[in-house]
């Protein structure tokens, strides 16, 4: 260290070589860059196992894991789900323990639902109190591989107490996909693991039923600086240029036909909380059009940014709470209501019950910002894009919320703001591995 600003416990920040970093930060992204390069002991041998066709660059994973820990990406429709869970198949018949992990409660129920298997979160398996984890050096988790999922999400400090609590024999296969936002913590360390030429595999190749799929279409197009033209398509629509209230009008109108068309309710995307086409009056104005409070002044009446809550209405959690178990940015839906709390159902499946003095970090979910989307997939994703939103929104953003839709997507607001976004890139984060790489 040349220099650096100190505290009795130690330094606070690192100065080197003209860089400056937050110490436990820098620390955090060394330990994580170690933890990759250590070799693993022993020998391993994966088949590809029966009844999970795959590609000459799916293939490839089953080597890499040979080898050691590495990575996965690939945007979407190129296999990533069925390369996992071929991935699980194949440990599974070599006789290894597979844990299979996610940053959030609802990419933890996808790779469930994918792979067959359980699956948790990062937090939950590592057995995070609220003031440490359980697991660590000193009592590894117990695994032979360990498969994360969207860990594009996972922060340094989430992914350094991780690979801090593997085992010397224990290989992890990282995957996601590089090119959506960063995580909403600091660093970027999935992003500079790959750039900085780690072992890893990258799938090119479309699957044939993404081929031809506009959504997934779009996105690439978005990924690579193109704009698809506004015209209707089966699963990709366009409303656009109507002004913000008749947009604001038109979204609710949507949501309402597709949800009673369907049974499944759209999700709404947006940038930025404040302004007309903002979360906050987005939530209002669904909340009122599709689950209205039956009696407003009722007495235990639970109000949340001033909104009524009401069974059915869909509800995300804004701050850790780990009383609770329950991580920033969780999604739930509420099923009763009384004068203790809520009774909720998780996005993985699970029952809780908040109490009222909990519910205060609990949000609407009606609308939801593109970053909390991150992690989780809806059937049908709704995107509100104005130019009253400024310039927050970028590239990477605009690719993010399409991937987030599995069938089809909804694009309203001002093409004009569409284009601008699609000029903004959200830049590289100035990360202590990136020093690394650009050093050479």
């Not at 400056?20 to 992204?29: D, N």
């Not at 081929?211 to 398509?233: C, K, M, N, W």
Request: net charge positive.
């Amino acid at each position: 260290m040349e220099q650096g600003l100190w505290r009795p416990e130690g330094p606070v920040v690192r100065l080197e070589g003209g860089w400056a970093g937050l110490e436990r930060w820098v620390r955090a992204e060394e330990e994580i860059l170690q933890a990759f390069r250590r070799p693993v002991p022993g020998t391993l041998r994966l088949a590809p196992p029966p009844g999970y066709p795959l590609t000459a660059e799916q293939r490839q994973v089953l080597a890499l894991l040979e080898r050691g820990s590495g990575l996965l990406t690939g945007g979407p429709g190129t296999g990533k789900s069925h390369t996992c869970a071929a991935v699980v198949a194949a440990c599974e018949q070599a006789r290894l323990e597979v844990l299979l992990l996610a940053p959030t409660g609802k990419a933890a129920v996808r790779l469930a639902e994918l792979t067959g298997r359980q699956a948790h979160t990062i937090h939950a398996r590592l057995g995070w109190d609220g003031r440490g984890f359980r697991h660590g050096p000193l009592d590894p988790l117990p695994a032979d591989v360990v498969l994360v999922d969207e860990a594009a999400m996972a922060d340094v400090e989430l992914l350094r107490a991780l690979l801090a609590a593997l085992a010397p024999r224990t290989r992890v296969l990282l995957v996601g996909d590089a090119d959506q936002l960063p995580p909403v913590g600091p660093g970027a360390p999935f992003q500079d693991l790959l750039r900085l030429g780690l072992p890893q595999v990258r799938l090119t190749r479309l699957q044939r039923r993404a081929q031809d799929h506009p959504v997934t279409l779009a996105s690439y197009a978005v990924r690579e600086g193109r704009l698809p033209p506004p015209l209707e398509q089966p699963g990709l629509h366009w409303r656009l240029d109507l002004g913000e209230e008749a947009t604001l009008g038109a979204i609710v109108a949507e949501v309402e036909r597709v949800w009673r068309r369907t049974g499944r309710r759209p999700q709404v995307l947006v940038p930025l909380y404040r302004g007309v086409l903002g979360i906050d009056n987005l939530n209002r104005a669904l909340k009122e059009r599709l689950n209205p409070a039956p009696d407003p002044a009722a007495r235990g009446t639970l109000r949340l940014q001033g909104l009524c809550v009401s069974p059915g209405d869909p509800l995300v959690q804004t701050r850790n709470d780990y009383a609770l178990g329950l991580a920033n940015g969780q999604l739930m839906e509420v099923e009763h209501l009384d004068e203790r709390g809520l009774l909720v159902r998780l996005d993985d499946g699970h029952r809780l019950r908040v109490p009222r003095r909990a519910a205060r970090w609990l949000r609407h979910a009606y609308a939801l910002s593109v970053h909390r989307a991150q992690g989780s997939q809806w059937p049908c994703v709704m995107l509100a894009l104005a130019a009253g939103h400024g310039e927050f929104p970028n590239r990477e953003l605009l690719y993010t919320a399409l991937t987030r839709a599995q069938d089809s997507a909804w694009l309203f607001g001002d093409f004009g703001a569409y284009r601008a976004a699609l000029e903004r890139r959200a830049g590289l984060r100035q990360t202590w591995l990136s020093r690394l790489r650009q050093e050479g």
